[in-house]
Nanobody
Framework: QVQLVESGGGLVQAGESLRLSCAASGSIFSINVMGWYRQAPGKQREMVAT???????NYADSVKGRFTISRDNAKNTMYLQMNSLKPEDTAVYYC????????WGQGTQVTVSS
């Protein structure tokens, strides 16, 4: 079992930055892929960024060049640095890990005002 706790969401103005954190506990040795997803009102959940055990990253086209996914193995924590935020980035952000099965965090709200 893997437990995920997200933090760092909030209300910011367009152009500002936020950093989301996802702290993992439990069977973290089994994690193969970690990622951030988001879901805006009335829309489907979409991939924002992923990070594999070997360090490969993948980003949605809409966030390339603005968002950076990273991890701190010593703290068992994954991050999403979000710069130059836009109103269309407003959503609930979820962290997800694949460790024999899929685990989701509880979500954290990010609201970007224009």
């Amino acid at each position: 079992q893997v437990q995920l706790v997200e933090s760092g969401g909030g209300l910011v103005q367009a152009g500002e930055s936020l950093r989301l954190s996802c702290a993992a506990s439990g069977s973290i040795f089994s994690i193969n892929v970690m990622g951030w997803y988001r879901q805006a009102p009335g829309k489907q959940r979409e991939m924002v960024a992923t990070l594999t055990r070997t360090g490969n990253t993948n980003y949605a086209d809409s966030v390339k060049g603005r968002f950076t996914i990273s991890r701190d193995n010593a703290k068992n924590t994954m991050y999403l640095q979000m710069n130059s935020l836009k109103p269309e980035d407003t959503a609930v952000y979820y962290c997800k890990v694949i460790a024999f099965k899929i685990y989701w965090g509880q979500g954290t709200q990010v609201t970007v005002s224009s």
